[in-house]
């Protein structure tokens, strides 16, 4: 079932001024917009070319998950082994792929919440896995009894506290790592069902493809590249806002290090790195810049040179926390910030006025 919640989102005031522009293109006063069938070929581009590929790596990657756990846990360690960690690292870079698509299945049955509880704040997972740790009930473990609990103990977090945090007693390794698998299969079950929501009869391939007429998600040509645009402007807020700012703080005095994104596992900048190559593909995949061809050079020029400088931003030599606490690489955290600033401008103005299209609010609007 479609989310109404999806309907309001189409609805904000900026498209509707965007629509209404597109609707007079055939006056001579004013510049006309994309094509309908301009518009559309970025659409099936994006769907072909991306979304559905990258959520069926996400499949594929947590099926690898899960049967790196199955074996780990034979022999249940204390630490994650090769195989596991790779495994995790794969799923992570397969996540940061489709997290900031606040659209489609991940939308539905708090899908997304549930594949990954972040950001949390207030430590809602740690409290309530520390709360089942202290008491481990054997239930949890049956096959589907992870997937009845919150959605803070479901999912990538969840799985990255059990398997990266040390526990050197043997039952409870145990316990964690059966846990952790039953989490890793969870993982993959949402993963499977979005790629069949994706993909089935009348599902989200066929509404982007098909709007207008008894379509009440997207009623026009304009309104799936408008999912396109908040897409990639919801993962450059994700990244600046939720990624990096709660862990940078005001200051290096006030950084906190443990408010960013998969820090017990290492992998922060694996995350900030998979999540940029990801905006740099649904670009490219989707062909956007084609909508503007007087604009398509320069535009993708600059946004290839501002990508460049984040990685080289990031490209700190420093561990997570290390970097966080050395004043030359916090600074270089704070202009990597500032850059995502900069990417975003290029998408909602440079872009949007090129093309005459807005991309309207954004999925994390209000957060």
């Known amino acids: 079932m479609i989310a109404i919640t999806k309907r309001l989102l189409l609805m904000s005031p900026l498209l509707l001024a965007a629509r209404r522009a597109l609707a007079q293109s055939t006056d001579a006063a004013t510049k006309p917009g994309p094509s309908t069938e301009a518009l559309m070929a970025v659409a099936k581009k994006a769907i072909s070319g991306y979304f559905i590929p990258a959520y069926e790596n996400l499949q594929a990657a947590t099926g690898k998950l899960v049967g790196a756990m199955q074996e780990s846990c034979r022999d249940p360690a204390s630490a994650p082994d090769d195989k596991v960690r790779a495994a995790f690292t794969a799923v992570l870079q397969a996540w940061a792929r489709v997290d900031f698509l606040r659209f489609g299945p991940m939308a539905e049955k708090a899908r997304l919440e549930r594949f990954s509880f972040l950001p949390d704040p207030h430590g809602t997972g740690t409290r309530q896995l520390r709360q089942i740790l202290a008491k481990p009930d054997p239930a949890l473990l049956e096959p589907g009894a992870i997937a009845r609990k919150s959605a803070a103990v479901q999912g990538m977090p969840a799985f990255e506290a059990l398997?990266?945090?040390?526990?050197?007693?043997?039952?409870s390794a145990a316990y964690r790592c059966e846990l952790a698998l039953r989490i890793a299969e969870n993982l993959n079950l949402i993963a499977s069902e979005a790629v069949t929501e994706w993909t089935r009869e009348g599902g989200w391939r066929d509404l982007m493809l098909s709007p207008g007429g008894a379509?009440?998600?997207?009623?026009?040509?304009?309104?799936?590249?408008?999912?396109?645009?908040?897409?990639v402007v919801t993962g450059l807020q994700q990244m600046?806002?939720?990624?990096?700012?709660?862990?940078?703080?005001?200051?290096?005095?006030?950084?906190?290090?443990?408010?960013?994104?998969?820090?017990?596992?290492?992998?922060?900048?694996?995350?900030?790195?998979?999540?940029?190559?990801?905006?740099?593909?649904?670009?490219?995949?989707?062909?956007?810049f084609s909508l503007t061809p007087d604009q398509a050079a320069t535009l993708l020029a600059a946004t290839e040179t501002a990508m460049t400088d984040f990685r080289q931003s990031i490209d700190v030599g420093k561990p997570w926390a290390e970097a966080l606490a050395d004043p030359a690489s916090y600074a270089r955290l704070q202009h990597a910030f500032d850059v995502l600033k900069t990417i975003e401008d290029i998408f909602n103005f440079r872009f949007a006025e090129a093309a005459g299209i807005s991309p309207g609010f954004n999925a994390l609007d209000g957060d």
Do not use: C, H, M, W
């Open 163 to 171: 398997v990266f945090g040390a526990s050197d007693d043997a039952e």
């Open 215 to 231: 379509n009440i998600v997207y009623r026009d040509a304009t309104e799936p590249l408008v999912e396109i645009l908040k897409a």
């Open 240 to 288: 600046r806002d939720q990624r990096l700012l709660p862990a940078l703080g005001k200051s290096i005095e006030t950084a906190k290090p443990g408010r960013g994104a998969f820090v017990k596992s290492g992998e922060s900048f694996v995350y900030l790195n998979a999540s940029a190559d990801a905006l740099d593909q649904l670009v490219e995949q989707s062909d956007v």
